[in-house]
T-cell receptor
Framework: GAVVSQHPSWVICKSGTSVKIECRSLDFQATTMFWYRQFPKQSLMLMATSNEGSKATYEQGVEKDKFLINHASLTLSTLTVTSAHPEDSSFYIC????????????FGPGTRLTVL | SQQGEEDPQALSIQEGENATMNCSYKTSINNLQWYRQNSGRGLVHLILIRSNEREKHSGRLRVTLDTSKKSSSLLITASRAADTASYFCATDGDSWGKLQFGAGTQVVVTP
């Protein structure tokens, strides 16, 4: 089956530092990946659409300069949280749509970010 | 913004009972999907129902879709303790691939 991995699975950082989260499609190629954020006991909120070879598109209210997205290849998208603050602490989940397939998305296991 | 509203927010049942949860949405859709999430983990895709379908089955899962009422339901029959999780509906609308998630239903199945 289609597998998506995320690295790291959890990270703790100090306020003001930047954190990079990787999302990889392991056994398929994906031109489109999505980044979601989930606060405790809440639903997933779409942050941005990551497009291979072009700029990401961000949802309303998401700061593109704070959440940098790079989709450098057909199997890798990265999300960098710049100058992280405690309010950025959250569960970040990515998903990917196979290049050769329908609309079904495959989700990564998520990354727990804690900013002290 | 969240598309779907789910009810109930929480559901506690015993093993062997059925669990039913509902999802309502606001805009037109191409399909509606249901996911399961165990605490602190990623999402597991359960079932996808297209806008021209009314009912779909997968194992112990039964999903219905009523596009006139903009609502869907997920039924889990003969529940097991392993079904304990949060369940989310997600709609796939006009923007290709963008999913709008409902608030989720937290299901607890006690042995």
């Amino acid at each position: 089956g289609a597998v998506v991995s995320q690295h790291p699975s959890w990270v703790i950082c100090k306020s003001g530092t930047s954190v990079k989260i990787e999302c990889r499609s392991l056994d398929f190629q994906a031109t489109t990946m999505f980044w979601y954020r989930q606060f405790p006991k809440q639903s997933l909120m779409l942050m941005a659409t990551s497009n291979e070879g072009s700029k990401a598109t961000y949802e309303q209210g998401v700061e593109k300069d704070k959440f940098l997205i790079n989709h450098a290849s057909l199997t890798l998208s990265t999300l960098t949280v710049t100058s992280a603050h405690p309010e950025d602490s959250s569960f970040y989940i990515c998903s990917a749509i196979p290049l050769a397939g329908g609309r079904e998305q495959f989700f990564g296991p998520g990354t727990r970010l804690t900013v002290l | 913004s969240q598309q779907g509203e789910e009810d109930p927010q929480a559901l506690s049942i015993q093993e062997g009972e059925n669990a039913t949860m509902n999802c309502s949405y606001k805009t037109s859709i191409n399909n509606l999907q249901w996911y399961r999430q165990n605490s602190g983990r990623g999402l597991v895709h359960l079932i996808l129902i297209r806008s021209n379908e009314r009912e779909k089955h997968s194992g112990r899962l039964r999903v219905t879709l009523d596009t006139s009422k903009k609502s869907s339901s997920l039924l889990i029959t003969a529940s097991r303790a392993a079904d304990t999780a949060s369940y989310f509906c997600a709609t796939d609308g006009d923007s290709w691939g963008k999913l709008q998630f409902g608030a989720g239903t937290q299901v607890v199945v006690t042995p």
